[in-house]
């Protein structure tokens, strides 16, 4: 084990990156061309993380080599990534576009559930939307949102109601 710790310890320094660097600083998503980098922690399951998070590639099932996005700041020392035969790329930073979507924690208490969530891909679809990427910015942030069980809470917390007829009377 300590072997395999050296190593990568080794590969980090040898591509400029901190042992103790946060993943938020490395990888990110972008909702839509001409938005923010909104930085994201979590890995892949064969790196021994739960929170998955990686870039998948069309042509690859693995997040080993990611795509490579070369529009982004890095906040540190530049990071040098190499692809699959191990040539060197250009500077950049993981872009992630697969992984955890609905994240939940909920416990039960005396007075009933309790219970906090999020979308960490946001709820909307549409850009201009203020539902575009909240969630996301929330998820990166370590945030929660917390679920509503009661009509109390939902009554107020209800932004619009809407209402489907079948046409018929």
């Given at each position: 084990?300590?072997?395999?710790?050296?190593?990568?310890?080794?590969?980090?320094?040898?591509?400029?990156?901190?042992?103790?660097?946060?993943?938020?600083?490395?990888?990110?998503?972008?909702?839509?061309?001409?938005?923010?980098?909104?930085?994201?922690?979590?890995?892949?399951?064969?790196?021994?993380?739960?929170?998955?998070?990686?870039?998948?590639?069309?042509?690859?099932?693995?997040?080993?080599?990611?795509?490579?996005?070369?529009?982004?700041?890095?906040?540190?020392?530049?990071?040098?990534?190499?692809?699959?035969?191990?040539?060197?790329?250009?500077?950049?930073?993981?872009?992630?576009?697969?992984?955890?979507?609905?994240?939940?924690?909920?416990?039960?208490?005396?007075?009933?559930?309790?219970?906090?969530?999020?979308?960490?891909?946001?709820?909307?679809?549409?850009?201009?939307?203020?539902?575009?990427?909240?969630?996301?910015?929330?998820?990166?942030?370590?945030?929660?949102?917390?679920?509503?069980?009661?009509?109390?809470?939902?009554?107020?917390?209800?932004?619009?109601r809407i209402y489907i007829s079948s046409g018929r009377e």
């Open positions: 084990m300590l072997l395999a710790l050296a190593r990568a310890s080794l590969r980090l320094q040898s591509h400029h990156v901190a042992f103790d660097a946060p993943l938020g600083d490395l990888q990110y998503v972008i909702k839509a061309t001409g938005h923010q980098a909104i930085p994201i922690s979590g890995a892949n399951s064969f790196e021994g993380v739960f929170n998955m998070s990686e870039t998948k590639h069309p042509s690859r099932s693995s997040s080993r080599f990611a795509i490579i996005d070369t529009g982004r700041e890095l906040s540190g020392s530049p990071l040098t990534l190499l692809d699959e035969k191990g040539n060197s790329t250009e500077t950049a930073a993981y872009r992630i576009n697969y992984g955890s979507s609905f994240v939940m924690a909920l416990q039960y208490t005396d007075a009933g559930p309790e219970a906090k969530m999020l979308l960490s891909y946001s709820q909307s679809h549409d850009p201009e939307s203020s539902y575009f990427d909240d969630q996301t910015k929330m998820y990166s942030e370590r945030q929660w949102r917390p679920i509503r069980f009661n009509a109390e809470e939902v009554r107020q917390n209800t932004l619009r």
